[in-house]
């Protein structure tokens, strides 16, 4: 829709002599003789509360969704493919009285002026339907100015509140001495409805004083949240309360300074028992310091209105620790419509991280209207002339590679009608898969992805843990140490090889014929250019088999058994992961894929070096940035728990045929491992919950499979095969050991 089609005659208002710092409120008024059907779709930008007679219709909520708003801040020297704005709109019958009537819109800041990326200067508008009747902004209106003093999005907040009259929001207050709206710039842009979760208040964690800290008290709230604390201040008016944030505390009980990532909420106190928490940003910590008269109420945990809609249990407490935690981990970074890198740093979408665990989501959340909204954010993205995909969506200027980032344009689509079974998702972007192609084959030297763009990270995979040299093997602590052994060449390649063979599946389904032999000859052509380049025909590994090379290419399956052999034997030897964000995945998908279950949950229940256990038992509630504990940028992020994948599609054995989508042609075959007694998990599919769970005893193993109604699925233990029905199905075998 155009800006006519979503709010009729409506204006873009704001002040004049804006600044991007600027927050303010907006006020219009309303007259109606009765009550009929009422509806407002309004938008203050960056953020906005909106409310009408003095209820706040979205009290929790960040809106609008993050996106590519308008054209004129597009990377230099690009043209991003589309930009779009997601319009809230709320029923508002049950607020509106005959008479007078008031919208008011508090807006500033978000992601609409962050100084990495600032489209335009603060405004807002809005459109008022009761029965027949429309009521929009226009000159007409007054602003004034609001209670948010200094704003970050990524580290601050402060309010003043010690002169404002909080009854502004209100029909009844007098707004004479207010300006009147200025006409601001219009938007070109793609105005859509809010069309997926948007961000709620899911849980509230009590705090508990932990001692005196450098300048204040300090409190846990016993698990690392996205969020905010509800603070109470009895301090005489005009006191500063501030708060600072900590992922970590150090042995002497102070904030983790190398964790507060510069996060600070402060506000004045109104000398009337102030009760405070912020409105326009979030938080990632587990512990604040309290610095003046103040104490916290709670810690309001928030993130987008997305359930869990899996399990999984064993009698393995590493294995439910690593599900346990990512569902947190990922649950943490979904906020303002896109899944997030972090809660605190950057909070930015990035493409890699998105990508990596995409199945993994898909397969624990119900999260498929948010990743619908996000594989439009990848499209936007794409720069018309080149094909190149950004390493953020929406597009922040941030680091990357042109493979495991920008590949998102094909995984991500796949993964989700894989899951989902919706062939359209395919043909909506397969013109954009193809020119991604085309981008990274022009970037090629020698039939190698030899460079991205200009100025800009050329990654391939990221985050290893170790840094092995001539003398062994000793640990990095944080990027300046780490080394990466994996040539980017090499990382690149293998996704623009894994994406032509991803594209000649899609170009199956979609019935374009002539586009599967391209991608087929394609994709080997790369494959054997990282053969040519990589591979110790001697030995039989690739780069020497360090940092999960060799299941790489194992992957691509091309490779002979030798070099899967060695795979497994490395992995053996060594006893834990190596590996990045992208190779811990497959190093443990392709275990598990050649019959090395237990080699792979050894790796992940690994007490040898840096490891999920590791994390585990230094009381991590989310998963690290990096392998190592407390010198890691950040003790929020998701990308590791790609591997929870494996536990649907492997431990648990809920998976698909090859050529089936939606788990049309459902298979249940569980991987039996040393390490698991007891098994018991769920997932949902199109055709509601599928259930699967396991006992062993001394001789025997019992299998309880629950399908839905109407689906039937095959079950495979060891030589056995069994046609499942649709409700509770009972097995029991005698153990294959």
Same mark, same amino acid.
């Given at each position: 829709?155009?800006?006519?089609?979503?709010? &009729?005659?409506?204006?873009?208002?704001?002040?004049?002599?804006?600044?991007?710092?600027?927050?303010? !409120?907006?006020?219009?008024?309303f007259?109606?003789?009765?009550?009929?059907?009422?509806?407002?779709?309004?938008? +203050?930008?960056?953020?906005?509360?909106?409310?009408?007679?003095?209820?706040?219709?979205?009290?929790?909520?960040?809106?609008?969704?993050?996106?590519?708003?308008?054209?004129?801040?597009?990377?230099?020297?690009? !043209?991003?493919?589309?930009?779009?704005? %997601?319009?809230?709109?709320?029923?508002?019958?049950?607020?509106?009285?005959?008479?007078h009537?008031?919208?008011?819109?508090?807006?500033?800041?978000?992601?609409?002026?962050?100084?990495?990326?600032?489209?335009?200067?603060?405004?807002?508008?809005?459109?008022?339907?009761? =029965?027949?009747?429309?009521?929009?902004?226009?000159?007409?209106?007054?602003? +004034?100015?609001?209670?948010?003093?200094?704003?970050?999005?990524?580290?601050?907040?402060?309010?003043?509140?010690?002169?404002?009259?909080? @009854?502004?929001?209100?029909?009844?207050?007098?707004?004479?001495?207010?300006?009147?709206?200025?006409?601001?710039?219009?938007?070109?842009?793609? %105005?859509?409805?809010?069309?997926?979760?948007?961000?709620?208040?899911?849980?509230?964690?009590?705090?508990?004083?932990?001692?005196?800290?450098?300048?204040?008290? !300090?409190?846990?709230?016993g698990?690392?949240?996205?969020?905010?604390? /509800? /603070? #109470?201040?009895?301090?005489?008016? $005009?006191e500063?309360?501030?708060?600072?944030?900590?992922?970590?505390?150090?042995?002497? =009980?102070?904030?983790?300074?190398?964790?507060?990532?510069?996060?600070e909420?402060?506000?004045?106190?109104?000398?009337?028992?102030?009760?405070?928490?912020t409105?326009?940003?979030?938080?990632?910590?587990?512990?604040?310091?309290?610095?003046?008269?103040?104490?916290?109420?709670?810690?309001?945990?928030?993130?987008?209105?997305?359930?869990?809609?899996?399990?999984?249990?064993?009698?393995?407490?590493?294995?439910?620790?690593?599900?346990?935690?990512?569902?947190?981990?990922?649950?943490?970074n979904?906020?303002?419509?896109?899944?997030?890198?972090?809660?605190?740093?950057?909070?930015?979408?990035?493409?890699?991280?998105?990508?990596?665990?995409?199945?993994?989501?898909?397969?624990?959340?119900?999260?498929?209207?948010?990743?619908?909204?996000?594989?439009?954010? /990848?499209?936007?993205?794409?720069?018309?002339?080149?094909?190149?995909v950004?390493?953020?969506?929406?597009?922040?200027?941030?680091?990357?590679?042109?493979?495991?980032?920008?590949?998102?344009?094909?995984?991500?689509p796949?993964?989700?009608?894989?899951? %989902?079974?919706?062939?359209? /998702?395919?043909?909506?972007?397969?013109?954009?898969? #193809?020119?991604?192609?085309?981008?990274?084959?022009?970037?090629?030297?020698?039939?190698?992805?030899?460079?991205?763009?200009?100025?800009?990270?050329?990654?391939?995979d990221?985050?290893?843990?170790?840094?092995?040299?001539?003398?062994?093997?000793?640990?990095?602590? $944080?990027? &300046?140490?780490?080394?990466?052994?994996?040539?980017?060449?090499?990382?690149?390649?293998?996704?623009?090889?894994?994406?032509?063979l991803?594209?000649?599946?899609?170009?199956?389904?979609?019935?374009?014929?002539?586009?599967?032999?391209?991608?087929?000859?394609?994709?080997?052509?790369?494959?054997?250019?990282?053969?040519a380049?990589?591979?110790?025909?001697?030995?039989?590994?690739?780069?020497?088999?360090?940092?999960?090379?060799?299941?790489?290419?194992?992957?691509?399956?091309?490779?002979?058994?030798?070099?899967?052999?060695?795979?497994?034997?490395?992995?053996?030897?060594?006893?834990?992961?190596?590996? =990045?964000?992208?190779?811990?995945?497959?190093?443990?998908?392709?275990?598990?894929?050649?019959?090395?279950?237990?080699?792979?949950?050894?790796?992940?229940?690994s007490? &040898?070096?840096?490891?999920?256990?590791?994390?585990?038992?230094? +009381?991590?509630?989310?998963?690290?940035?990096?392998?190592?504990?407390?010198?890691?940028r950040?003790?929020?992020?998701?990308?590791?728990?790609?591997?929870?994948?494996?536990?649907?599609?492997?431990?648990?054995?809920?998976?698909?045929?090859?050529?089936?989508?939606?788990?049309?042609?459902?298979?249940?075959?569980? @991987?039996?491992?040393?390490?698991?007694?007891?098994?018991?998990?769920?997932?949902? !599919?199109?055709?509601?919950?599928?259930?699967?769970?396991?006992?062993?005893?001394?001789?025997?193993?019992?299998?309880?499979?629950?399908?839905? &109604?109407?689906k039937?699925?095959?079950?495979? %233990?060891?030589?056995?095969?069994?046609?499942?029905?649709?409700?509770?199905?009972?097995?029991?075998?005698?153990?294959?050991?």
């Open positions: 829709m155009n800006q006519k089609e979503m709010f &009729k005659n409506a204006l873009w208002v704001g002040v004049e002599n804006r600044d991007y710092l600027d927050f303010k !409120i907006l006020r219009g008024d007259y109606i003789t009765s009550i009929e059907p009422a509806e407002i779709r309004a938008v +203050g930008l960056g953020f906005c509360r909106i409310y009408i007679n003095g209820t706040c219709l979205n009290p929790d909520s960040f809106l609008p969704l993050s996106s590519d708003y308008e054209a004129g801040s597009d990377p230099e020297g690009e !043209i991003l493919t589309n930009h779009r704005l %997601y319009v809230p709109k709320f029923d508002i019958t049950p607020y509106i009285t005959v008479g009537n008031t919208v008011a819109i508090h807006y500033g800041g978000g992601w609409y002026t962050h100084p990495q990326r600032p489209f335009g200067l603060p405004k807002a508008i809005y459109c008022v339907t009761v =029965g027949d009747e429309v009521f929009v902004s226009n000159e007409n209106c007054t602003v +004034g100015d609001s209670y948010i003093t200094e704003y970050q999005l990524q580290q601050r907040e402060f309010q003043d509140k010690t002169d404002f009259d909080e @009854t502004c929001f209100g029909a009844e207050f007098d707004d004479f001495l207010w300006k009147s709206a200025t006409v601001t710039e219009q938007l070109d842009t793609d %105005y859509m409805f809010t069309d997926c979760p948007v961000d709620v208040i899911t849980g509230e964690f009590e705090f508990k004083y932990v001692g005196e800290g450098d300048e204040g008290s !300090i409190y846990d709230c698990k690392n949240i996205a969020g905010y604390p /509800i /603070i #109470k201040s009895e301090a005489p008016k $005009g500063r309360i501030t708060v600072k944030f900590s992922e970590d505390i150090t042995e002497d =009980g102070l904030l983790e300074p190398t964790h507060t990532h510069n996060q909420f402060s506000a004045v106190s109104d000398g009337k028992g102030l009760v405070v928490r409105e326009f940003t979030w938080f990632g910590f587990r512990y604040i310091e309290i610095i003046g008269e103040a104490e916290p109420l709670c810690a309001k945990e928030i993130h987008s209105d997305v359930a869990v809609n899996s399990a999984f249990y064993s009698d393995n407490e590493s294995l439910n620790w690593i599900y346990e935690t990512f569902v947190h981990t990922m649950l943490s979904l906020h303002t419509g896109h899944p997030s890198d972090c809660p605190h740093i950057e909070r930015l979408g990035y493409t890699g991280d998105g990508q990596v665990t995409a199945d993994a989501v898909m397969s624990v959340l119900d999260i498929k209207e948010l990743y619908r909204k996000w594989m439009e954010d /990848i499209s936007d993205c794409q720069d018309t002339v080149s094909g190149n950004q390493y953020t969506a929406p597009y922040v200027r941030c680091g990357g590679g042109p493979g495991g980032w920008g590949s998102a344009i094909i995984e991500v796949y993964q989700f009608y894989k899951h %989902y079974g919706e062939v359209g /998702i395919l043909e909506r972007y397969y013109r954009q898969m #193809k020119e991604y192609i085309r981008y990274m084959e022009e970037h090629t030297v020698g039939s190698l992805v030899a460079y991205g763009q200009s100025g800009l990270w050329c990654l391939g990221w985050c290893m843990p170790v840094v092995h040299t001539d003398h062994g093997v000793r640990h990095g602590f $944080g990027t &300046k140490e780490m080394q990466i052994i994996l040539p980017p060449a090499f990382v690149n390649t293998y996704f623009l090889a894994k994406s032509l991803r594209l000649g599946n899609i170009a199956k389904v979609l019935g374009k014929e002539r586009d599967i032999s391209v991608f087929k000859e394609k994709a080997d052509k790369y494959i054997e250019a990282l053969r380049s990589y591979f110790d025909a001697f030995g039989k590994n690739y780069l020497g088999g360090l940092q999960g090379a060799n299941a790489f290419m194992t992957n691509l399956g091309k490779e002979s058994d030798a070099v899967y052999k060695n795979l497994v034997e490395y992995y053996k030897s060594l006893g834990y992961f190596d590996t =990045g964000i992208f190779g811990t995945d497959l190093v443990v998908k392709e275990l598990f894929r050649g019959g090395n279950g237990d080699l792979a949950v050894e790796l992940m229940t007490v &040898k070096g840096f490891s999920f256990e590791h994390w585990r038992k230094s +009381g991590a509630t989310t998963f690290r940035e990096y392998w190592q504990d407390k010198d890691c950040s003790h929020n992020h998701h990308m590791f728990g790609a591997v929870v994948a494996n536990f649907f599609e492997y431990l648990l054995g809920i998976t698909q045929t090859d050529d089936s989508a939606g788990y049309e042609k459902l298979i249940i075959k569980p @991987t039996i491992v040393e390490q698991i007694s007891t098994l018991s998990g769920s997932m949902q !599919i199109p055709a509601g919950t599928v259930s699967v769970s396991y006992l062993k005893r001394l001789d025997s193993i019992s299998f309880e499979v629950t399908l839905p &109604k109407g039937q699925a095959d079950f495979v %233990y060891g030589d056995e095969k069994r046609r499942l029905e649709p409700g509770l199905n009972k097995m029991i075998f005698r153990r294959i050991k």
